[in-house]
């Protein structure tokens, strides 16, 4: 087979898939992989003979090694699949966030998800309000209030005097302004804390802190289906950007 060829290296890692999982987890042994897998010892063998013959192993003797393009094939194979399987994950999720939220892939390389469950429809905030609680400065956007939401926040940047960039919808300055005077106002007003008001409206949140961050996803009745979370630097760079973004709208102003 011919190496060169993009899709017949992406048939042969889907045919193979289970085995080239062993080989970049460097289990090279036949009997081993035949093992792991749960197949026929003329399968594996076949196996080798196509990964060998497209460049991927390389062998002396009975002994296997992954070339140098294998190896690099590996690196990209375990990205891909991370990837593939997080939006697998998270599939009925993102089919309620709209085309135009460019939820950015970097976001979701290394993520997990936290489901909202129907006895526990909150439970993942609690994910949003770690991030928070756990760094030493933060910055975020938010569509949604609740009453945890502002006693959390008023602890954090009232009572402990945490930095923050804050970006709230005009629903939530209202509802903010309008249910929770004083408290909210305290938020507003710490000497600690920037607060912006935007017309912006989207059905996720954002919160970063200290290199971790928390996407919090709703749909259209504000109703929370789950919180997105991750600690690479991709998710930090994307999360930090689209903060950004929202700040430096004409559509945003300071409160």
Request: charged share 25%; aromatic share 8%; proline share 4%.
């Amino acid at each position: 087979m011919d190496a060169d060829s993009v899709g017949d290296v992406l048939h042969l890692f889907s045919k193979r898939r289970e085995v080239f999982e062993c080989l970049c987890d460097e289990q090279f042994d036949k009997q081993a992989v035949q093992k792991r897998i749960d197949a026929s010892r003329p399968t594996v063998d076949r196996a080798f003979r196509e990964l060998e013959a497209a460049g991927i192993l390389d062998s002396t003797g009975t002994a296997y090694d992954l070339t140098n393009f294998g190896a690099l094939c590996c690196a990209e194979f375990e990205r891909v699949t991370g990837t593939l399987g997080t939006l697998t994950a998270m599939a009925d999720l993102l089919a309620h966030l709209p085309r135009e939220a460019d939820f950015d892939l970097r976001m979701l390389e290394g993520a997990a998800v936290h489901y909202a469950e129907d006895h526990a429809p909150h439970e993942p905030l609690m994910e949003v309000l770690d991030v928070a609680v756990a760094a030493s400065e933060i910055a975020g956007y938010s569509s949604v209030i609740t009453p945890h939401y502002v006693d959390a926040f008023h602890s954090l940047l009232v009572e402990e005097g945490t930095p923050a960039r804050l970006v709230f919808s005009e629903g939530v300055v209202e509802t903010g302004m309008e249910n929770y005077p004083e408290r909210f106002g305290e938020i507003v007003d710490a000497p600690n804390a920037t607060v912006y008001e935007t017309e912006h409206d989207y059905t996720y949140g954002a919160i970063v802190g200290d290199g971790r961050v928390a996407v919090p996803v709703g749909d259209d009745r504000d109703r929370l289906l789950g919180v997105v979370t991750n600690d690479t630097v991709d998710a930090v760079a994307w999360v930090t950007a689209f903060l950004d973004d929202v700040i430096a709208s004409d559509r945003t102003r300071e409160l």
